[in-house]
């Protein structure tokens, strides 16, 4: 492949997702979240060169929703380590939705990874600061490089609102002596971080300083631990996607977080970060056109894992 443009290859994969019928919907067990525009979609790159490639509404502000569950693990990880995480929380796949309580009743009281809504009100429950949500947002602003990273008000409030299901999970784990700090105050918290307003921009800063050890190409500091990086990365791949998490690392390969917020969240190794946005969702809670919009990358560009490709030759 002749060295590539990335401006026309994030718009060519633009097109090539919308050429597919939008058979997703926005989500709406959140009630705010039925607010965004079905057919909205953005593609933003973070590439090594220090430059940001970007096309369609990756401008648009959306909240993070489960993304947040991969910066409140490695917040986690960096203020208690990882014995005391990996106590309250496992690392493996569950093949269950993302707020699936069966597991917990069924297998273990404790949740089998960091990336579903049990496994992330755990973690969310050990991070070791007098206001957590405070020192979430303070390392939200220094992954996407600006101060002015905020709270969605009206998404937290819908989400506090409505969210009965992620309270029940809370309370089954402080029974069983998993969370051990006080349930309101960690779920306050657990919604809050969901209601993180970013942009694909963001989430592409993100996933550049994952692909890169943990450090910012842009500044050159160093803001995650590299086994931190290397754990966060590994868990993207496993169950990054919900249940799709399979299906994903077949047709793309590459580690990513999704949200139902309409966000995904990637990194490819020594090479870049990729967000796409795409509030229209599938059944199991992942953009329909942003999976496309990763598929085409991925082969467009030879992203896969086993691809065996040479991706600095591309940027």
């Known amino acids: 492949m002749d060295k590539a443009n990335l401006d026309i290859v994030i718009k060519n994969a633009i097109e090539y997702a919308k050429a597919y019928e939008n058979t997703g919907m926005v989500a709406s067990y959140i009630p705010e979240l039925k607010n965004a525009d079905k057919n909205a979609l953005g593609v933003c790159i973070a590439a090594n060169n220090k430059k940001i490639y970007k096309a369609g509404d990756c401008e648009t502000l959306f909240t993070m929703q489960s993304i947040s569950k991969v910066v409140s693990l490695i917040l986690a990880l960096q203020t208690v380590g990882k014995e005391k995480v990996f106590s309250k929380v496992w690392v493996e796949p569950t093949g269950d939705a993302f707020n699936s309580l069966v597991r917990l009743e069924t ?152 949200g139902v917020g309409g966000g995904i969240m990637c990194c490819v190794e020594d090479n870049f970060g990729i967000a796409v946005y795409g509030p229209s969702l599938d059944a199991k809670g992942n953009s329909v056109w942003g999976l496309k919009v990763l598929e085409y990358l991925s082969k467009e560009l030879k992203l896969h894992y086993f691809a065996g490709s040479k991706i600095r030759e591309y940027i």
């Open 107 to 258: 297998h273990t009281h404790i949740p089998l990874n960091p990336m579903i809504n049990a496994g992330a009100i755990a973690v969310a429950g050990v991070i070791d600061a007098e206001f957590p949500f405070s020192r979430f947002l303070a390392f939200m602003r220094r992954l996407c490089g600006r101060e002015d990273i905020c709270l969605n008000e009206r998404v937290y409030l819908s989400e506090k609102a409505s969210g009965m299901k992620n309270r029940a999970i809370a309370y089954m784990l402080a029974s069983e002596g998993v969370l051990e700090r006080d349930v309101e105050q960690t779920l306050d918290f657990y919604f809050k971080m969901c209601s993180v307003n970013v942009t694909a921009v963001d989430l592409a800063r993100i996933g550049s300083i994952l692909a890169n050890d943990g450090v910012d190409i842009f500044t050159g500091e160093r803001l995650i631990e590299s086994e931190y990086a290397l754990i966060a990365k590994t868990l993207m791949v496993t169950c990054g996607m919900y249940d799709g998490s399979g299906e994903f690392a077949i047709k793309v390969g590459i580690p990513a977080k999704s």
